[in-house]
């Protein structure tokens, strides 16, 4: 998303992102339709609607926020997801709540929390105006989003499995962005960015969307919500990585502190036991 940043603006990179994703994910749609599986209805589409409206804010509001800082800070502030994840697990979904009390839960999620705002707190330059309430603003907002898109797609994932949730969920997204590409857009920029930079888009929509949620639905099945949402805090290891190795980003001192006990806390919530199910995630 960073780099798709210096040639597509925030909403033509997502329309053009989940509308691929939504290309991807269609032959398994098909295969699974001839082999007998239900067809999608109304109902169905009412109940992946609601999800997919936070969801549309997580993806605007995340592309913005790379504006404001490097993919491998931000990366590590959004893991601050699991807090607001937690809550509203523990508030929506009962059989989550024996997770959620383990001490190694709430201790690792504390942790996690207190890394993530760490790195952003110790990023050079915070005091000037790039790095002022908006850009803290909209990365909280992308982290919100997530969150309760996280909680509000745990019900239609397990109830419609995770390819055809997904696969509801990339439409919709889609055509709820493609209005507000043509209002605040560029529809054309895939004719302006370029061959390299459109294959980047189609490879990361294959990959960063439709193979990573499918996968994220089947994790929520199997091991709830909240736990998916705190193991994630493994993410920023291997964006930093790769954001030091392309973009030059470092970060200082105080930040690799607050990194390493974000980590800590991710491996103190790995220790929880999850809740046994009786449902098992869907054969993909």
């Known amino acids: 998303m960073y780099y798709l940043n210096r040639y597509y603006d925030p909403w033509a990179q997502n329309f053009y992102r989940y509308f691929v994703a939504c290309l991807a994910i269609a032959p398994l749609l098909i295969y699974r339709a001839r082999r007998g599986a239900p067809p999608l209805d109304w109902r169905a589409v009412t109940m992946c609607l609601v999800p997919c409206l936070p969801n549309v804010v997580h993806q605007v509001t995340q592309v913005v926020a790379l504006f404001y800082m490097g993919p491998g800070v931000y990366t590590i502030f959004a ?20 997770v959620i009390r383990q001490w190694q839960f709430q201790v690792g999620t504390l942790l996690g929390l207190i890394g993530a705002f760490g790195v952003v707190w110790f990023q050079p330059g915070r005091e000037t105006e790039h790095m002022k309430l908006p850009g803290l603003f909209i990365a909280f907002t992308a982290t919100f989003c997530w969150a309760l898109y996280g909680v509000l797609i745990k019900r239609p994932s397990m109830q419609l499995g995770p390819i055809r949730s997904f696969g509801l969920v990339s439409l919709i997204t889609s055509i709820l962005l493609l209005p507000l590409t043509f209002a605040f857009g560029n529809i054309t920029a895939p004719l302006h960015a370029g061959a390299q930079v459109n294959l980047v888009l189609i490879v990361s929509a294959v990959t960063c969307i439709t193979l990573a949620h499918v996968l994220y639905y089947v994790a929520i099945r199997e091991i709830g919500v909240a736990l998916a949402q705190t193991l994630q805090l493994l993410c ?4 930093l990585g790769l954001s030091a190795w392309i973009y030059g ?24 036991k999850p809740i046994a199910t009786t449902e098992t995630a869907e054969n993909i």
């Open 236 to 239: 920023p290891a291997l964006a």
């Open 79 to 98: 893991r601050a997801s699991v807090i607001f994840t937690a809550l509203l697990a523990l508030a929506f979904f009962p059989e989550e709540r024996p």
């Open 249 to 272: 980003e470092r970060l200082t001192q105080a930040q690799l502190w607050s990194a390493a006990i974000l980590l800590l806390g991710a491996f103190l919530a790995m220790r929880v």
